[in-house]
T-cell receptor, first 111, second 111 residues
């Protein structure tokens, strides 16, 4: 079983729509959680950390459910520039050493 | 501010040749990571340095791969001899303890 599993998508949504997707992780001892964004043929970039209480960063909302071992990302009022692959990332450590990356969820926002 | 710098950006070589990838981390970051990304296996951690010391090299595929970090501002990943299955994008990332910042990657093709 993979450490981090994601629905690969693609999620095709119109501009202005809300899109949400989850990932699941296998190790209940995981301590740190992140969403990274990767554009086509570019490097991954940290989008946001995910905290137990849930957190927002502008149009992006991340949630963590430790009991069910899943993490979610919701994008409101989606923009064309949100088109990317979103990587769910989990770490067993309290800092970000030894990250386990999901394969990514592809989101395409159309005009 | 300069981000993580990697060179070369593209490398095409023939099977059996030695390949050296280079990375300059963000100044002040004390952790450095080498990753490999392929369509089949996603993003995999190869090796992790902390304060120039290799901490975890369990992801290094085999003895053909070696990595060094002679000082805080430079690291190399060497493949000798290279094989076609080594073709991938190799990313270097650095961190000061929270959030890993990736370089643009080296796209390696071994013919």
């Amino acid at each position: 079983r993979k450490e981090v599993e994601q629905d690969p998508g693609p999620f095709n949504v119109p501009e202005g729509a809300t899109v949400a997707f989850n990932c699941t992780y296998s190790n209940s001892a995981s301590q740190s959680f992140f969403w990274y964004r990767q554009d086509c043929r570019k490097e991954p970039k940290l989008l946001m950390s995910v905290y137990s209480s849930g957190n927002e960063d502008g149009r992006f909302t991340a949630q963590l459910n430790r009991a069910s071992q899943y993490i979610s990302l919701l994008i409101r009022d989606s923009k064309l520039s949100d088109s990317a692959t979103y990587l769910c990332v989990v770490s067993l450590s309290s800092n970000d050493y030894k990250l386990s990356f999901g394969a990514g969820t592809t989101v395409t926002v159309r005009a | 501010d300069a981000g993580v710098i990697q060179s070369p950006r593209h490398e095409v070589t023939e099977m059996g040749q030695e390949v050296t990838l280079r990375c300059k981390p963000i100044s002040g970051h004390n952790s450095l990571f080498w990753y490999r990304q392929t369509m089949m296996r996603g993003l995999e951690l190869l090796i992790y340095f902390n304060n120039n010391v290799p901490i975890d090299d369990s992801g290094m595929p085999e003895d053909r791969f070696s990595a060094k970090m002679p000082n805080a501002s430079f690291s190399t990943l060497k493949i000798q001899p290279s094989e076609p299955r080594d073709s991938a994008v190799y990313f270097c990332a650095s961190s000061s303890g929270w959030g890993q910042y990736f370089g643009p990657g080296t796209r390696l093709t071994v013919l």
